[in-house]
């Protein structure tokens, strides 16, 4: 497996996209005024949708690591709809939708066909939402991981049923407030358990590779694409995507809030190999969930009262333990 | 090669024949079978280059057949009964997405209760679903609508179910005659699809349609099986030439020209119902019987002109549209408008019953006389269902009513046995 | 292919959806002023010739510090930098060694040979510059650029005023200045020492100048009354300096007193060592936190074993001894006399009190006003008096350096205007880009290159340069710190993080432009530009 | 059964009827042989001759309904019809219809196995007359290859030696039930 080299960003100033410091074969895909733009403009996602941002990072990324040569499955959800409306796409790669909860498993067949035309250039990507990934399209994606078939699915976790109007899905965090867990009553927002961590269970089916990402460092997310596509077999991505309208935050603040996801600890960002972590994303700035939790309306409950209060305490907890866990901060760093 | 085999065994190697690149499998009773013996062919490289997946679910398996059929490959599975509703929606994407998959449906009741039995409530669910339905009569049936199915299925674009009855056909040993790999390489050509998921010639399949659209999208999905009317003989012709016997079509009809009666059914029972029709043939009645070989697309005019002398239709049908009768008749009206035909309704055969010679004979000579209802269920054990209905006026927390009627019909070995035991001593017809 | 109808699309179609129609709120690019640009008073664009020199552009970045200033080498010494005071990069982790690398790039300019060229044809006026200080300097050099022709009248035996005969050695070796100077000579400047002017009405007649830039330091000591027994003992830093840059050793004793908190009078105290003085002792009548010195001459000062004696002022000198007496500060911070007097021994007492001008020579000139023994100009640099122009030290302003090149350039502009028969217009200035603008995260951590240093110890031996310049790859490094704060350096965030593909590349050098055919006005690029050149402005419906 | 009929050339159906049960569990399965093509799929409830694997179920379902007055009944016990209690049925058939084989015992002789299905068929056309031996055996070999098929074939054959009474008329439609 090859990885790319590291480079040292105190040496070239900036983690930004581009980085003219940087030389031309190591800077990112989206610096390139080539890439593919594999999700078009003209696509119907609302402002500063996460998911159109990490869906068009990551096509990208593939289809400069595969040469363009790539097929793609979609789940139903929010990416489709607001990318197919007949009679206008905004897909600028071979794509396929066929249901909600199937993607994983059309990607299965894509690649079989591929296989059995001898067309073993030509790679697999499978794609959707976290509801069409951790809830309903779950069966399908554990039998691909199971089988070990060669495709690389892609998850773009905005934590909710979007499509359909903000409704819980089991990605969705803590004490987080949805169409179907409103901030009414005595528990009010979303149970406060720890959810469904698909990225986990993908390692508990020993594939080649699993990995986290986020919009918010775009040259990790990149960096795992191109690993990804570099191996065959089963692969998992999981992509922190912020939806400004189910979050309830700024449009222009998509970024700002995944990246407090990761530096807060909510959102660990990791990949690993055959089952065992191998990598992880330091947190740079490490910052209280209060300041993740409060860019969002869906959180905003929380900050009203004393028993939210100590509801923020139980996802700083959260947060805690999944630092400890992935060893997010250096030994010795202060917490 | 003419042989003595398992139904199943048959398809799975006519299936083979077929050079199909990708078979997804999930074993369903009664289609394991066939699923089993393409497992070994695959495996054997006897079919190669074939991929075959073990999908987690029916589910999986049209899934996988759809991206596969949607990435240029032949592909193919089998399913039956609760499988083929759990697969349900992407058996409706499948069709509107036009992916010429090939499917076996080894026809199964639906539960509950569970039952693993023949009838044909499973395709019936799934009878507007936009795919075509071969039902076959018998294993040679079987195994001729396959390769029909595939070359009908690519010709269309649309895709094909070959449903054959489960047990009856899946484990029957019977005479089949296997053709060669040359004959079904003469008559099926190589899979070249009408559009595929490919970086050579991306395109987005599968797109959010609104209703400025939805309509049309549907119509031509209707269109496409008008055509496939035309289709389907032409093909059941050109089969003939090429493999010496005439298998499929639109509608088999059996000693019909001067009938006053036609008795008309879907798959195996077909044979039975002929031997019930030569019978009484020999006892001088006008009566003849029609097996409905394609029943999506319906072949009303097809239909329509084998009955067109008629004066009663008796439809055996092994589906119950719970709250009207049959699916089949009301169907086969359409192909009857303005005659004053009679047709008589008839259930059969739920859940794995026998449909015996005897019973057929008296629930058409019950028509002939005119005591036979518009809609009746053969063998159904009247008493049994009346003590139940009696229970639950009496009663409200009369608990499960098939467990009550077990309880009724008294003590037996084992379901198996007390079907065979004691089925055609069920009641008469209703 | 055969598509089917409605369910199977052409790729990249969606085009044909101007998204644009759902914006409220517009992306517009800004250059916005970078606070070390602001706080310059040489008005150098410090962002722009950090950015050329992060490509490792050495040569574009030296001239782009050419535009407004011909002393990088100097300046990149000697100059108390107020653009790292206000650098935003301090609230990070630490300024950016702004200074460091325009010496390193001076000091390469001059190593390379690379030289300028005058940018307009020669227009035949001339101009008079009176001083060859850095004010002088600069406004020569700016209007040789501009196509004049100058003559600069220096009282002095050599260029460089106050940074000859003020700045130390081992601050500012003169090979450096003598290099920079040369450059502009080289311009065909035309220098004249030794010749202090006495009548300016008499010389401009005579030699027929068109304009003149007065640029005359302040070389007049100040002096505080001090009844001394043995007035040898008292000197004043002005004359102490210029000793040493002549090569003298004046006689100062073990152990020295150093009158004043200023700039000169570290300089005075760190020479005073390097000139044999066992002790330096600096009295200053108020605290630590009062003197005006910079905080860094004081600090190098202190490692080299100068000692401070605050809150002291002098009164009286008697065979050796000092008579101080103790002050306090009132609640304005002024100090106020305590009435408490000691002694303290010392060989010699060095006055570094300030500094004015001599003004003689202006009697003549009509129209000019001196005020507070500064001229009064306006605010194109010019005096009462129709052509005559004046700067640096002779105008009410900071006595820096650095101020000084400034109003060298400044006058010059407006000099060229003047005699084109034009006024010269100042580009207006942008609104600044303060560290709230910016979106920092992306700026990796790098702390400030520590430039190499001599020993303490070895420091006061000799007049040798005490602080090193950066080399190749610790100037790139430092250059690469720049924040850029306000101005677009290309870092592909908007092209990047646009959800929308509304961002166009144009190409290196080029920057970007919105697609607002597509924009939806979310305002990512907005919050995610570094460096604050992206504002968000409400669309017109 | 039905894969001898169609070695000797002539039309055979055979439908197990098992469903869902398990390993050991009373099933039933019907074959039926024909000189044309049997378009009939209705089980068999008349037979012409039934075969019981398992004589416990002899009093446990009624295994004889339908069962032609002039039918065979084969039964795999080493006891005689007399003691497994079907003297009465034994009464109402041809002499010579009922026949009782140690099959499992001979299976077990055989192959090691208590498998006795190929030596209640070989019995069976032994009974009737329905099946040449030959055609057993190559139905045998066509089901269980190689050493196994030879096992059970060398089992058919005693099975057969020891029942051979060819009675059955030929031509006739046989329906075989096995229980």
């Not at chain 1, 990949?271 to 990598?279: D, R």
């Amino acid at each position: 497996m090859t990885s790319p080299l590291p480079i040292k960003f105190y040496q070239t100033g900036t983690f930004t996209v581009g980085n003219r410091l940087l030389d031309v074969s190591v800077r990112s895909v989206q610096s390139d005024s080539q890439r593919n733009n594999s999700l078009n403009s003209g696509h119907r996602a609302c402002q500063g949708c996460g998911e159109a941002l990490g869906a068009r990072y990551a096509l990208d990324a593939a289809m400069r690591a595969v040469n363009g040569r790539l097929v793609v499955a979609n789940a139903t959800g929010c990416l489709e709809v607001f990318s197919t409306p007949y009679p206008e796409s905004s897909w600028r790669v071979a794509w396929l939708h066929s249901l909600f909860a199937n993607a994983a498993a059309v990607g299965t067949g894509m690649a079989a066909a591929m296989k059995v035309k001898g067309r073993t250039d030509v790679r697999v990507i499978a794609q959707g939402g976290d509801g069409g990934t951790v809830d309903i399209g779950f069966a399908c994606l554990s039998g691909m991981f199971e089988r070990n078939d060669d495709v690389l699915y892609i998850c773009y976790d905005n934590e909710a049923y979007m499509n359909t109007g903000v409704q819980r899905s089991s990605a969705t965090p803590a004490g987080a407030r949805t169409a179907t867990t409103p901030a009414v009553g005595e528990a009010p927002g979303n149970v406060m358990n720890q959810g469904k961590n698909v990225p986990l269970i993908a390692m508990a089916h020993f594939i080649p590779y699993v990995a986290t990402a986020s919009v918010a460092d775009l040259r990790d997310l990149e960096t795992k694409v191109d690993k990804a596509m570099r191996v065959h077999g089963a692969r998992y991505l999981h992509v922190h995507v912020p939806c400004p309208l189910g979050w309830g935050c700024d449009t222009g603040d998509t970024i700002k809030v995944a990246r407090l996801a990761a530096e807060s600890g909510l959102y660990p960002i990791f990949e690993a190999e055959y089952g065992e972590i191998t990598g992880r994303r330091m947190i740079r700035k490490r910052v209280p969930v209060d300041e993740y939790l409060k860019l969002q309306s869906r959180f905003s409950h929380l900050f009203k009262t004393t028993e939210g209060r100590a509801r923020v305490a139980q996802i700083q907890a959260i947060a805690d333990r999944n630092i400890a866990r992935f060893g997010l901060v250096p030994e010795g760093a202060p917490a | 090669m003419l042989k003595q085999c398992e139904g199943s065994q048959a398809v799975a190697e006519a299936v083979a024949l077929c050079r199909p690149e990708v078979i997804c499998a999930y074993p369903i009773t009664p289609q394991t079978h066939i699923v089993e013996g393409l497992a070994s062919l695959v495996k054997s490289g006897a079919l190669s280059p074939c991929e075959y997946i073990n999908v987690e679910s029916e589910f999986a398996a049209m899934s996988v057949a759809i991206g596969a059929s949607a990435a240029g490959a032949r592909a193919y599975t089998a399913t039956a009964s609760q499988g083929i509703l759990y697969m349900a929606e992407a058996v409706y994407n499948a069709s509107g997405l036009g992916l010429p998959i090939v499917m076996t449906v080894g026809n199964r009741s639906i539960g509950a209760p569970i039952n693993i039995w023949n009838d044909h409530t499973d395709s019936m669910a799934l009878r507007d679903a936009g795919w075509i339905q071969l039902f076959a009569e018998s294993n040679q049936e079987a195994v001729d609508l396959h390769i029909q199915a595939f070359k009908l299925a690519e010709e269309l674009s649309m895709p094909v179910m070959v449903c054959m009855d489960g047990f009856i056909l899946t484990h029957a040993y019977e005479r089949v005659d296997v053709p060669t790999q040359e004959q079904v390489d003469a008559f099926l050509p190589r899979y070249v699809p009408r559009q595929s998921v490919d970086p050579d010639d991306p395109v987005t399949i599968g797109a959010m349609v609104g209703p400025e659209a939805f309509m049309e999208v549907r119509y031509l999905a209707h269109a496409k099986q008008m055509e496939a009317l035309e289709l389907i003989p032409q093909m059941a012709e050109e089969f003939r030439r090429v493999f010496g016997r005439s298998s499929g079509g639109l509608v088999r009809p059996y000693r019909c020209e001067d009938a006053e009666t036609i008795v008309c059914a879907l798959g195996s029972v077909n044979g039975t119902i002929q031997d019930v029709v030569d019978e009484m043939r020999e006892a001088g009645v006008k009566i003849g019987s029609v097996s409905l070989c394609s029943f999506r697309p319906f072949p009303s005019a097809a239909l329509g002109k084998v009955l067109g002398h008629a004066s009663r239709v008796i439809t055996i049908e092994k589906s119950l549209s719970v709250g009207i009768g049959g699916n089949v008749s009301h169907n086969l009206r359409m192909s009857l408008p303005g005659r004053d035909t009679k047709v008589y309704t008839v259930i059969a055969g739920l859940g794995g019953r026998a449909v015996t010679k005897a019973s057929l004979r008296r629930t058409f000579e019950a028509a002939i006389r005119g005591t036979l209802d518009p809609l009746s269920f053969m063998d159904l054990n009247v008493k049994a269902v009346e003590r139940q209905l009696e229970r639950e006026k009496a009663a409200r927390r009369t608990g499960p009513a098939a467990e009550a009627i077990l309880r009724d019909l008294g003590p037996t070995v084992g379901a198996s046995a007390s079907t065979t035991t004691h089925g055609p001593a069920a009641g008469a017809a209703h | 292919m055969n598509k089917p109808f409605a369910i199977t699309l052409d790729i990249g179609t969606s085009l044909v959806n101007k998204t644009g129609t759902w914006r409220t709120e517009r992306p517009v690019y800004v250059d916005r002023l970078p606070p070390c640009n602001n706080a310059c008073p040489a008005g150098e664009n410090i962002q722009q010739w950090l950015f050329h020199a992060e490509e490792g552009n050495y040569e574009a970045a030296w001239r782009e510090i050419m535009k407004n200033n011909p002393l990088p080498a100097v300046m990149g010494r000697v100059c108390y930098h107020p653009c790292e005071d206000c650098c935003n990069r301090a609230k990070l982790d630490s300024a950016v060694g702004i200074h460091a690398v325009e010496r390193f790039l001076g000091d390469l300019a001059i190593a390379q040979g690379w030289n300028v060229k005058a940018e307009k044809p020669s227009t035949g006026k001339r101009v008079l510059v009176v001083g060859a200080g850095p004010s002088g300097l600069a406004c020569a050099y700016h209007l040789a650029l501009l196509g004049h022709s100058v003559t600069v009248h220096e009282a002095g035996p050599a260029p460089g005023g106050m940074m000859r005969f003020g700045i130390p050695k081992y601050r500012l070796p003169r090979e450096v200045l003598d290099a920079e100077v040369k450059r502009i000579a080289d311009l065909g400047v035309t220098f004249c020492y030794n010749r202090k002017v006495e009548d300016l009405d008499a010389l401009m007649k005579a030699e027929r100048y068109d304009a003149v830039f007065l640029a005359v330091g302040a070389h007049l000591a100040k002096r505080a009354y001090i009844p001394a027994g043995d007035a040898s003992k008292i000197m004043d830093a002005l004359q102490l300096l210029r000793g040493v840059e002549a090569g003298e050793q004046p006689m100062l004793g073990r152990r020295v007193l150093v009158y004043g908190g200023g700039n000169t009078a570290m300089d005075v105290a760190r020479s005073a060592k390097r000139l044999g003085a066992a002790e330096a002792i600096v009295v200053y009548r108020r605290t630590r936190e009062k003197m005006p010195a910079h905080d860094f001459e004081v600090q190098e000062a202190m490692d080299e074993g100068v000692m401070f004696k605050w809150l002291t002022t002098i009164t009286a000198e008697k065979d050796g001894e000092f008579t101080v007496e103790k002050m306090r500060l009132d609640e304005k911070g002024k100090p106020q006399p305590t009435g408490e007097f000691e002694t303290m021994k010392a060989d010699s007492c060095v006055l570094a009190l300030g500094q004015d001008v001599d003004m003689s020579f202006l009697k003549q000139v009509k129209g000019l006003t001196v005020t507070d023994g500064v001229v009064e100009v306006g605010p194109d640099m010019m005096t009462g008096c129709k052509g005559v122009f004046a700067g640096g030290d002779m105008v009410p302003a900071e006595r820096t350096v650095t101020v000084a090149v400034g109003h060298g350039k400044k006058a010059a502009r407006y000099i060229d205007g003047y005699l084109r028969g034009a006024t010269y217009q100042a580009p207006p200035k942008h609104e600044v880009a303060s560290f709230d603008l910016l979106n920092t995260w992306y700026y990796s951590d790098a702390p400030a290159t520590v430039q190499p240093a001599l020993d303490a110890a070895r420091r006061t031996e000799s007049f040798d340069e005490v602080v090193g310049g950066l080399d190749q790859s610790n100037a790139l490094f430092e250059a690469r710190r720049c924040l850029s704060c306000g101005n677009c350096f290309e870092c592909d965030n908007c092209f990047g993080v646009c959800p929308d593909n509304a961002v166009i590349k144009l190409g290196p050098g080029k920057r970007f432009k919105f697609n607002y055919d597509y924009c939806k006005g979310c305002g990512m690029c907005s919050t995610e530009c570094p460096c604050g050149a992206i504002r968000m402005e409400p669309e017109n419906i | 059964m039905s894969i001898g009929g169609f070695v000797e050339g002539r039309w055979a159906q055979a439908i197990p009827s098992f469903g869902s049960e398990r390993m050991g569990a009373p099933v039933v399965a019907f074959c039926r042989l024909h000189d044309r093509e049997i378009r009939a799929r209705e089980p068999v409830t008349a037979p012409d001759a039934v075969v019981i694997q398992d004589p416990t179920l002899l009093h446990q379902i009624k295994v004889f309904d339908g069962l032609s007055p002039t039918g065979y009944v084969v039964i795999n016990s080493g006891r005689s019809a007399d003691e497994l209690g079907i003297g009465e049925l034994v009464k109402s058939l041809p002499a010579g219809h009922v026949l009782t084989v140690p099959a499992t015992e001979i299976a077990l002789r055989h192959v090691g196995r208590p498998v006795p299905n190929a030596v209640l068929l070989a019995a069976l056309c032994a009974l009737t007359g329905e099946l040449k031996l030959e055609s057993v055996e190559a139905a045998i070999r066509h089901k269980f290859k190689g050493d196994v098929g030879e096992r059970n074939v060398a089992a058919a054959r005693e099975a057969h030696a020891m029942c051979a009474r060819g009675t059955a008329a030929k031509g006739a439609v046989t329906h075989a039930q096995a229980v």
